[in-house]
């Protein structure tokens, strides 16, 4: 069997990537380095008419964020090798193959201290990204070579003028439980914006109001 570990510990922590080649080899999986994706990091998808199971992975992720997409993209795999369409693709058979497969990542002391700990705590109840879970992400974030360039909502101050990816440009304002109260200055209306959205900040805002 082909031995993918040299490939994959360009993406993932050395150590892991036996295991990974190891999971490839044993389900025939299709596994694939993606280009850079706004709406997702990773992606399963089923064998359908004669095809294998096909994973993805976002190319650019730092290390450990490479690794988790990684597990939570192979707990799809399982959870379908024993349910096939019969649960839900985040449900409780999904979550249980989650922590199952994370398990001896955890035990080999791939992460640093505060990513395990960050995962220990977003294990408890998985999410469908791990981009949902604030504390995670805000951990992960810190790994990843371009954070310096980042802003997201939550680092910016009040009142700040920025824009989505999509271009679309807004005024940050107050706090509403766990997300911002942002208007768009386009339409003059109203959203709530997830903290850890990633953002371009404009100082100009004059030229922005024209």
Known sequence: MPDFSKQLSQYMPEVAAPIISAWINDTGCQFRISRSRRTKLGDYTAPFRGAPHKISVNHDLNPYAFLITTIHEFAH??????????????????????????APFLQLDVFPSDIRQAIVQYMENPAASSCTDIYLYRTLRKYDHNTAEQWTIESIPTNSIFALEN???????????????????????????????????????DVIKK
Do not use: N
């Open 77 to 102: 795999l399982q959870t379908w090798q024993q349910h096939k369409h019969q649960v839900k693709p985040h449900g409780t058979e999904w979550k249980g193959h989650y922590k199952q497969l994370m």
């Open 167 to 205: 271009g679309r440009v807004f005024q940050k304002r107050e706090k509403l439980r766990k997300r911002y109260k942002c208007v768009e200055l386009s339409t003059d209306r109203t959203y709530l914006i997830h903290p850890i959205a990633v953002v371009s900040l404009i100082k100009d805002a």
